[in-house]
């Protein structure tokens, strides 16, 4: 059954330094995002996007995050200067259509910044 | 602030009775509602969906969706201890710049003793 692949698993950083986290979403799905969750809390919408821009994103999502579709396959993350409160497991998810689609999640990549 | 509201438990149950897990949403035009289920420190992974008002069933798990109410929830017949997870529910928003957005409540605990 297909399903979207993220990379890397875990990611510890310093303070500061830049990450990108990588998520192949399933093979004919047009829609993308990026949650986050802080352990102990909950889910959190980061950024939707279609058609090679973004769709909608919260305010969580300022300008030291990035998104980028570099290929047909892979859907990137980028976090330009860490912080300590951008700990946190990072999901990508995508849908096949934007509306009431379901979207599908990878496992995650865990974002430690000391 | 659209809000998604769950009781965050635990809720424990007998292994073999029913499960019945809560969910209130703010928003009115609110139009698809998801159940997830997570295990720890893994990623979201979908049970059901739900747009119309009624029941809706799928195996063990039956959704039941009230948009007067601003109501979602969701039963579990037979539990088993594999259930024993955390439960979230989504809803996807109504509105134009909601591009499939999920809001999710903080989850309820579910634990299924032998």
């Known amino acids: 059954e297909p399903e979207v692949t993220q990379t890397p698993s875990h990611q510890v950083t310093q303070m500061g330094q830049e990450v990108i986290l990588r998520c192949v979403p399933i093979s004919n799905h047009l829609y993308f995002y990026w949650y986050r969750q802080i352990l102990g809390q909950k889910v959190e919408f980061l950024v939707s996007f279609y058609n090679n821009e973004i769709s909608e994103k919260s305010e969580i999502f300022d300008d030291q995050f990035s998104v980028e579709r570099p290929d047909g396959s892979n859907f990137t993350l980028k976090i330009r200067s860490t912080k300590l409160e951008d700990s946190a497991m990072y999901f990508c998810?995508?849908?096949?259509?934007?509306?009431?689609?379901?979207?599908?999640f990878g496992p995650g990549t865990r974002l430690l910044v000391l | 602030q659209k809000e998604v509201e769950q009781n965050s438990g635990p809720l424990s149950v007998p292994e073999g009775a029913i499960a019945s897990l809560n969910c209130t949403y703010s928003?009115?035009?609110?139009?698809?509602f998801f159940w997830y289920r997570q295990y720890s420190g893994k990623s979201p992974e979908l049970i059901m969906f739900?747009?119309?008002?009624g029941d809706k069933e799928d195996g063990r798990f039956t959704a039941q969706l009230n948009k007067a109410s601003q109501y979602v929830s969701l039963l579990i017949r037979d539990s088993q201890p594999s259930d024993s997870a955390t439960y979230l529910c989504?809803?996807?928003?109504?509105?134009?710049?909601?591009?499939?957005?999920?809001?999710f409540g903080q989850g309820t605990i579910l634990t299924v003793h032998p």
């Open positions: 739900i747009y119309s008002n």
């Open positions: 928003d009115r035009g609110s139009q698809s």
């Open positions: 989504a809803v996807r928003n109504a509105g134009g710049t909601s591009y499939g957005k999920l809001t």
């Open positions: 998810a995508s849908s096949a259509v934007g509306g009431g689609e379901t979207q599908y």
